[in-house]
């Protein structure tokens, strides 16, 4: 069964520096996704990506953060500037293409990110 | 304010028992509704959905879940648990509005006791 792969499973940084999180989502899908869960919090949606645009942000995504799809495959969450408060879980999703409200998104398991 | 409500953040259940945890969301467009598990160190497994048609949805793990418009709900159960089971539930919401953005519940942390 196809899956979504995530890379590292645990990222250790020094506040201040940048950090890239690596997905490979699901081949054949198109949208794409990245969440957070700060520990003992709620999963939280960041941003959805389609067609190499970001499509919707939420207010966490701010001009710290940027995605990109550097080739067919990769899907990426880069954060410039690492701040204490950015330590959590970070999950990678992807739908393939269906109605906007109602596809289905496949998680990876996830890249733990702890800032120093 | 649009928002999924998980109201046990603990439940603990007798292998073999039966388990049914809640879910209600506020939101004013149609709402596409999931179950996720998370197991320790794992990452977000989907367990089933409603999108539309029949109420009772069948999901894999023997666990199934009804969308009652009525009570803005959507809980899901199991018969008999399994030791296997014990992980985090959470339920999740995205519209049609949303971008296929989802909106989770706080999550529900099953423990099974033998």
């Known amino acids: 069964e196809p899956e979504v792969t995530q890379t590292p499973s645990h990222q250790v940084t020094q506040m201040g520096q940048e950090v890239i999180l690596r997905c490979v989502p699901i081949s054949n899908h198109l949208y794409f996704y990245w969440y957070r869960q700060i520990l003992g919090q709620k999963v939280e949606f960041l941003v959805s990506?389609?067609?190499?645009?970001?499509?919707?942000k939420s207010e966490i995504f701010d001009d710290q953060f940027s995605v990109e799809r550097p080739d067919g495959s990769n899907f990426t969450l880069k954060i410039r500037s690492t701040k204490l408060e950015d330590s959590a879980m970070y999950f990678c999703a992807s739908s393939d293409v269906g109605d906007w409200g109602g596809n289905t998104q496949y998680f990876g398991p996830g890249t733990r990110l702890t800032v120093l | 304010a649009q928002s999924v409500t998980q109201p046990d953040i603990h439940i603990t259940v007798s292998e073999g028992a039966s388990l049914e945890l809640r879910c209600n969301y506020s939101y004013g467009a149609t709402p596409y509704l999931f179950w996720y598990v998370q197991s320790p160190g794992q990452g977000l497994q989907l367990l089933l959905k409603?999108?539309?048609?029949?109420?009772l949805v069948q999901g894999i793990k023997g666990f199934e879940a009804e969308f009652k418009r009525s009570q803005s709900s959507f809980n899901l159960r199991k018969p008999s648990v399994h030791w296997s089971d014990a992980a985090e539930y959470f339920c999740a919401v995205s519209t049609t509005d949303s971008w296929g953005k989802l909106q989770f519940g706080a999550g529900t942390q099953v423990v099974v006791t033998p």
């Open positions: 990506f389609y067609n190499n645009e970001i499509s919707e």
């Open positions: 409603y999108f539309s048609g029949d109420t």
